[in-house]
């Protein structure tokens, strides 16, 4: 029998509440900051997508409404989801707002003599178009004079198309400013390890965890995930220095280059004439992410303080007030002063304690159990971990210096998942003898250990009702005192796969589609490369070249070994005499090609692709390549 999501527990409820005592309820600023200059708001702040469809609404959130934070929310976590539901258009001064609220992400909007510069774009097209509509709605019908994008994460460009044609952009009529590296790193952050990044965001973001005080309440940086339409254009105008600055419609704008650090290419911007200072997304209001649970590159913490700290050095003494890409403004010198040098420090803190840990010998999970933070940045609001968190960011900063070995042979080489599990149910007396035991350590509250006890259990036997039915229930108490959005999310996600297994994803969601637009053609045959299915691919020798007709460029595949190598030659050079093939076919067919939405037969006839030489050798390289796409388990075999 599957049983529902459960209360809180009664030692759940104990720990909330001496939790809560901990914390500074007093300083309620944020509350002030986060409604200041409120000008104007959407209904729930609800839009819809194309279709009619709502495509954000904040109104299923509409319980997260009071002090009285609920038994099954973490007392913090519940404070930031409040400060998250404040939503609308605001002035942050005469001359520069924010839409917030509407999107994970915020849009900045600055006046310029004739018109408006967009500092991002929101996550969808839909959102970009409600925020500006309502932007223009209280400030008039002002046309777009340049969309400044400050870094690669969809959240900040999928709406660009929103705010303006593509045309506009391609033509130069709007200058589409981005940091240097921008289209490196916009998509490729997301191919290569594409499907498990989408798999892993559904528990890093509670896609489908249904919003309640049981289940999703935020995700720290803002209330959930946008769904809708994400386009990505390449900039027109790259930011490449430190210094660099632009006059745009009349206003100047400082640039500050922070590449690695939350993003790969990331930038801050100041405008000296309003003393506005934008950090982007590295100084927003919680401890950010070293390492997001969808799976990433790991983030460098020294470069992220370090470029806070710049920033002080540069604009601390003409910042009046700190925007970013998230959340809510901080608002006087002196606060943004102390706000900045808490981030910087708690940056510099987590880093060096966490290496002078690795050099004293601790392990990852030893460091996260260890570190806590002075008192003097604990108890600012800012410091804590809604999105990251203190205990799984120091295991970024191990990962960043040492790798996953932590030196001890025994994790060498254990036994995977599933037989570690089936030996230790045997050792200790059997997976029923060791759920019995388990649920004595759960009534005691010691869920953390239940939960790593009953996952061995699970891959052991992972039709084991009890076990399956206890490790949920643990995981549920775990997410409920979990201060941290993402570990929240991630909890009460592995105990809703567990009880009612996996969902389907959406269709759209599991075909390799516009990604494949964006890349670069070394980008797409490294993806093809991690397509190749050894068990097809053994033997097979194949050299193909792929003649670019649109774009004046080849490039070389070679199949060998079951592994795919790829150069790039000239043009001209594809030659029937080396390869087994050469076709010649516009980049955007081959995308079709590879996503399988086209056949070659129906490309050739329509005179799309040609072919020189054996066409059976092209046969034979999509013969072995076999698209990884869809879900995989992951609380159980
Ligand atoms: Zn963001």
């Known amino acids: 029998m599957t049983r529902t999501s459960q209360p809180a527990s009664a030692t759940t409820i104990q720990r909330q509440a001496a939790f809560a005592r901990t914390l500074p309820m007093e300083d309620t600023r944020d509350f002030d900051d986060a409604i200041r200059g409120r000008m104007d708001a959407l209904p729930d702040a609800a839009y819809d997508n194309e279709a009619g469809k709502t495509a954000w609404s904040l109104a299923p959130y509409g319980f997260i409404d009071g002090d009285d934070c609920p038994d099954t929310v973490n007392p913090s976590l519940w404070r930031q989801a409040r400060l998250n539901m404040i939503h609308g258009l605001f002035e942050v001064v005469e001359g520069v707002y924010q839409i917030r609220g509407m999107d994970l992400a915020n849009m900045t909007i600055v006046e310029g003599k004739t018109g408006v510069i967009v500092i991002d774009a929101l996550s969808t097209v839909e959102g ?13 019908n002002r046309p777009v004079s340049a969309v400044i994008l400050t870094h690669t994460h969809t959240d900040h460009w999928g709406g660009v198309l929103g705010v303006a044609g593509r045309e506009d952009f391609t033509s130069g009529r709007i200058p589409l400013i981005a940091p240097d590296q921008f289209m490196e790193h916009a998509v490729s952050e ?5 499907n498990a990044m989408r798999r892993r965001a559904f528990y890093q973001f509670g896609i489908f965890l249904p919003p309640g005080q049981q289940g999703h309440v935020d995700n720290g940086l803002g209330k959930t995930y946008a769904g809708g339409q994400a386009v990505l254009v390449a900039p027109t105008d790259l930011i490449c220095a430190t210094g660099d600055t632009r006059e745009i419609d009349g206003v100047t704008f400082e640039f500050q280059m922070a590449p690695e650090t939350e ?19 590295n100084a927003v209001h919680n401890f950010h992410n070293l390492l997001p649970f969808r799976g990433a590159q790991v983030r460098n913490a020294l470069n992220w303080t370090h470029y806070i700290s710049e920033a002080l050095e540069m604009w601390g003494d003409g910042a009046n007030v700190l925007i970013g890409q998230h959340h809510w403004p901080v608002f006087g010198r002196d606060a943004v002063r102390d706000y900045l040098e808490v981030q910087r420090d708690l940056y510099k803190f987590v880093h060096d304690q966490t290496v002078r840990m690795i050099n004293q010998g601790l392990t990852p999970h030893e460091i996260a159990d260890q570190i806590t933070l002075p008192d003097s940045i604990a108890r600012h609001w800012h410091a804590r971990g809604y999105y990251g968190s203190l205990r799984h960011n120091v295991k970024a900063i191990y990962q960043f210096y040492m790798g996953w070995y932590d030196a001890v042979p025994a994790h060498l080489d254990p036994l995977p998942p599933v037989e570690t599990g089936a030996k230790l149910m045997e050792y200790m007396g059997g997976i029923d003898a060791v759920v019995a035991r388990a649920q004595a350590d759960f009534e005691a509250g010691n869920y953390r250990w239940v939960a790593q006890v009953m996952n061995d259990a699970v891959f052991a036997d992972p039709g084991h009702d009890g076990a399956r039915q206890l490790l949920a229930d643990a995981y549920e108490q775990l997410g409920y005192l979990s201060e941290c959005a993402t570990w929240r999310n991630s909890y009460l996600f592995g105990a809703q796969e567990l009880r009612h297994g996996i969902r389907e994803m959406p269709k759209a969601a599991a075909r390799p589609g516009s990604a494949l637009q964006s890349i670069t053609e070394a980008q ?27 774009l004046d460029r080849a490039r070389r595949a070679t199949l060998r070994n079951c592994a795919l190598t790829h150069v790039p030659i000239s043009a001209s050079e594809g ?26 037969p129906d490309l050739m006839a329509d005179g799309r692709a040609r072919i020189a030489g054996n066409p059976a050798a092209l046969k034979g390289l999509f013969d072995c390549m076999a698209p990884v796409f869809g879900n995989f388990a992951i609380v159980e075999p």
């Open 575 to 600: 030659n029937g005499a080396v390869a087994d093939v050469v076709l010649d076919i516009r980049r955007s067919d081959l995308n079709q090609l590879i996503a399988r939405a086209v056949t070659l």
């Open 263 to 281: 993003a790969p290419a990331e930038m801050h911007i100041f405008l000296p004439a309003l003393g506005v200072l934008n950090l982007a997304e």
């Open 190 to 194: 997301n191919v290569l390890a594409g």
């Open 524 to 550: 797409l045959f490294d993806l093809m490369g991690t397509w190749v299915d050894p068990s097809k691919a053994e033997g097979v020798s194949l050299v193909l070249d792929f003649r670019f007709t649109d």
């Open 128 to 140: 970009a178009q409600a925020g500006l509509a309502l932007y223009r709605r209280n400030r008039g």
